[in-house]
């Protein structure tokens, strides 16, 4: 099983910066199946990215992936009031399907 | 517009089951699978199984193989997931979400999520 860490696990920001998150695969994730997800309080996660870069439809691009192997990176580039929630992280590439801890993003 | 209805919320005892349904509509249910992950309170999301919705073929996480089952009903555009013998710690949201690939053979990322549904295992 493929175990996937988050970090931070908490990341403490004000609207307009940029947040870096982290997503470290215990083991290559193969062809880049790494996806993201959004997950506001009492909500279904959002879909953000999947292949590791590729934004879902109607994602604003100022959401970014990238990253293959065993490292992925989401990052967020002017951070929106609408934003601060936590996102997880999901591989795909091996059973069984595994997701990240999440990071939470909040309001500084 | 493509949407994931499931059933409500369920109180149940040890050792109980319980059958939760995800009613879609808005696209063509046989083309894209349906896989269910469950949320425990204040926790993060863990992949249950997969079901491809065009020949019934199902993937079970092994943790909980042996106690579920995924069955759709290709009629009334529905899945389902029993989960049999409920302990304490399957206390959780479950949601059904769709596969984002079309006509895929093997559970990828999903785009559409239902709106869970809260079970609750207490004596």
């Known amino acids: 099983e493929i175990v996937l860490t988050q970090s931070p696990g908490t990341l403490s920001l004000s609207p307009g910066e940029r947040a870096t998150l982290s997503c470290r695969a215990s083991?290559?994730?193969?062809?880049?199946?790494l996806a993201w997800y959004q997950q506001k309080p009492g909500q279904a996660p959002r879909l953000l990215i999947y292949g590791a870069s590729s934004r879902a439809t109607g994602i604003p691009d100022r959401f970014s992936g990238s990253g293959s192997g065993t490292d992925f990176t989401l990052t967020i580039s002017r951070l929106e009031p609408e934003d601060f929630a936590v996102f997880y992280c999901q591989q795909y590439g091996s059973s069984p399907l595994t997701f990240g801890g999440g990071t939470k993003v909040e309001i500084k | 517009q493509v949407q994931l209805v499931q059933s409500g919320a369920e109180v149940k005892k040890p050792g109980a089951s319980v059958k939760v349904s995800c009613k879609a509509s808005g696209y063509s249910f046989t083309s894209y699978g349906i896989s269910w992950v469950r949320q425990a309170p204040g926790q993060g999301l863990e992949w249950m199984g997969w079901?491809?919705?065009?020949?019934?073929?199902?993937k079970y996480a092994q943790k909980i193989q042996g106690r579920v089952s995924m069955t759709t009903d290709t009629s009334t555009s529905t899945a389902y997931m029993e989960l049999r013998s409920l302990r304490s710690d399957d206390t959780a949201v479950y949601y059904c979400?769709?596969?984002?690939?079309?006509?895929?053979?093997?559970?990828?990322?999903?785009?559409?999520w239902g709106q869970g549904t809260l079970v609750t295992v207490s004596s």
């Open positions: 083991q290559s994730v193969s062809s880049s199946y």
């Open positions: 979400a769709r596969e984002g690939v079309y006509s895929s053979s093997w559970p990828y990322y999903f785009d559409y």
């Open positions: 079901i491809s919705t065009h020949n019934g073929n199902t």
